[in-house]
């Protein structure tokens, strides 16, 4: 809404007529508390999507936003900053240590490792490989299908501060699921602009182990966000001059509806 208002020409805006008018310290106020609060916003458009993964960008967005809170010096609104970056430890440093986020952001091939401090690389790494070999127990591995390498193009602006590749020790594995683990990590991470979902359906074959559990963690929303859709298109649907509906015609129109593109 601000930055609508901000889009106008001041001289446009001051033809309106209105008792109110904005000062010229009024413009620069509202500019800077656009710009500390495009992080929030954008980390929000992300985690409450339901056409791609949104558990995967919980842990790299919180690091992005301490990073985006820290690197700015603010004149007007440091208050408010302050306050936003104190809420993001106290709110959401819990999410930091939460295995599944963890996995989620792993078994991303957008992020992988590239997220984790220097100290925490190997621990994930670590957590990678006893996952997998959970799933394999009783299991016959199957062949590994090697195939070239992907180049790596810019990654989102939000994610900019994260490295191209993490340097890590490869953790020692003779087996065929820790060999597994070892190829996906060191191959190129996708680009942001990828679907991390394609990628699991096409090399489910190549990392069959990684791939179960990919399907486990990045199923996970992150919000409640796109549930609430459903209730908002479902109060759409059966409003009170089709109260007459019945339930299988209700959930035929559901179906119909949130699945159009299908």
């Not at 010229?24 to 409450?48: G, W």
Request: with cysteine; glycine share 2%.
């Amino acid at each position: 809404m601000i930055n609508s208002v901000l889009g106008i020409p001041e001289d446009k805006l001051n033809e309106i007529e209105c008792d109110f008018k904005l000062s010229s310290y009024e413009r620069k106020l509202l500019n800077e508390l656009c710009s500390v609060l495009q992080p929030f916003a954008h980390a929000t458009e992300l985690l409450q999507c339901d056409k791609d993964v949104s558990a995967s960008m919980v842990l790299p967005s919180i690091i992005g936003l301490k990073m985006s809170s820290s690197s700015h010096s603010h004149s007007y609104c440091h208050k408010l900053a302050a306050s936003l970056n104190e809420s993001i430890q106290t709110r959401l440093g819990q999410y930091e240590s939460d295995e599944a986020y963890t996995m989620a952001s792993i078994l991303d091939p957008r992020f992988k490792l590239r997220w984790c401090k220097e100290n925490e690389i190997e621990k994930n790494t670590s957590l990678l490989h006893e996952k997998v070999a959970e799933i394999t127990i009783g299991e016959t591995s199957e062949p590994e299908v090697c195939s070239p390498p992907e180049k790596r193009g810019k990654s989102s602006d939000f994610f900019s501060f994260l490295p191209s590749t993490p340097s890590r020790r490869r953790h020692k594995s003779n087996t065929a699921c820790g060999t597994q683990v070892e190829k996906y990590l060191n191959e190129p991470c996708l680009t942001m602009d990828k679907n991390c979902l394609q990628f699991w359906k096409e090399s489910e074959t190549e990392y069959p182990h990684i791939a179960k559990l990919a399907q486990k963690y990045l199923s996970i929303p992150a919000t409640s966000a796109p549930v609430e859709r459903l209730f908002s298109i479902a109060g759409k649907t059966f409003r009170p001059d089709r109260c007459r509906l019945t339930d299988d015609s209700f959930e035929t129109l559901m179906t119909i509806r949130c699945n159009s593109n299908l």
